[in-house]
Structure formats: C-alpha cells, structure tokens
C-alpha cells in the first residue's frame, strides 16, 4: 500500500470541524440510501425487478432523504433559535394575568430546559425589539415558562 493511501485510510490528524448531531445523523441516512440503491440495482441488473419500478423506488427513496434533509435544518434552525438571549415569536399572545390588558406577542430567551414532557424555554416577555417590558408588581422581571410547542419555529424560507 503506497504511503498517500495510508494517510487517507488511517489519518493522523483530527477532525477540526464541529461535530453536529444533525450531520451525523444526515450521513447515517446518507448510507442507508447508498445501501438501498445498490440493492435495487442489483436486482435490476439481475432481472428481480423492472427499470421503471427500479426507477420509482429509487425516486421514493431519494424524496425521503431529501424530506430527512429538510426536517434536519428546521431541527438545527429550532435550536440556533433557541439560544439565551434571542426574541422567539409566541404562538399566540400571552396575558400576565387576567385584570392585565397588555398580551405579549414576543419573549426573550432566558433557559431552555429538557424535561420528562419535551423541551422548557423560560422567557421574559418583551417587544419585538427584545425590549423586556413586564415586570411583576414587585418590579421584578417576571419569567414565564412555555413548552416548545408554544414557541414558533423560523420558516425554512
């Protein structure tokens, strides 16, 4: 074995890039569709199955990865939203309390939580500007807990 194809098969060096989970998982994924196009290539080349429903299956397979893809980025754009600090859109106004006529529309990212039930972000209600308006009646900045559902993702647009 010459020595270029030692260092590419055993490297030396360490991988310098972040490592992601979504990566990860995206080429897990990516393997599977190389295993399963080969697979049905294979029957095809040995007559098992058509071009046309080779074809098809190869396509279905091929939206899926496409779908997985997707479904990634929308995890990875959740969680960059996520962070201390940012402005999240609340899925529906939230009032303090009920002798309050302020609804809040918008919080800033205080904590985010994972829990028995799914993911906790704690927040201080705010504007759109991140401006923190509500406090208590002690004058303290009051935080509000909301379950991930409550909070709206960024469109993939």
Request: aromatic letters at 10%; proline letters at 4%; charged letters at 20%.
């Amino acid at each position: 074995m010459d020595h270029s194809m030692h260092n590419f098969l055993y490297p030396l060096t360490v991988y310098r890039r972040p490592v992601e989970p979504a990566q990860l998982v995206f080429k897990a994924n990516l393997q599977e569709f190389a295993h399963q196009v080969s697979y049905i290539s294979n029957l095809n080349t040995n007559g098992k199955l058509s071009s046309d429903e080779a074809f098809s299956h190869i396509h279905h397979l091929w939206k899926t990865l496409k779908r997985s893809q997707a479904t990634l980025r929308l995890e990875h754009l959740r969680d960059q939203a996520m962070q201390v600090g940012n402005v999240v859109n609340l899925r529906q106004p939230f009032c303090p309390n009920a002798n309050s006529l302020d609804c809040f529309s918008f919080g800033k990212v205080v904590s985010v939580m994972t829990t028995e039930i799914g993911m906790e972000v704690l927040v201080h209600l705010c504007n759109a500007d991140g401006v923190e308006l509500y406090t208590d009646e002690f004058g303290y900045q009051a935080i509000y807990s909301f379950c991930l559902d409550d909070i709206q993702i960024p469109d993939l647009s």
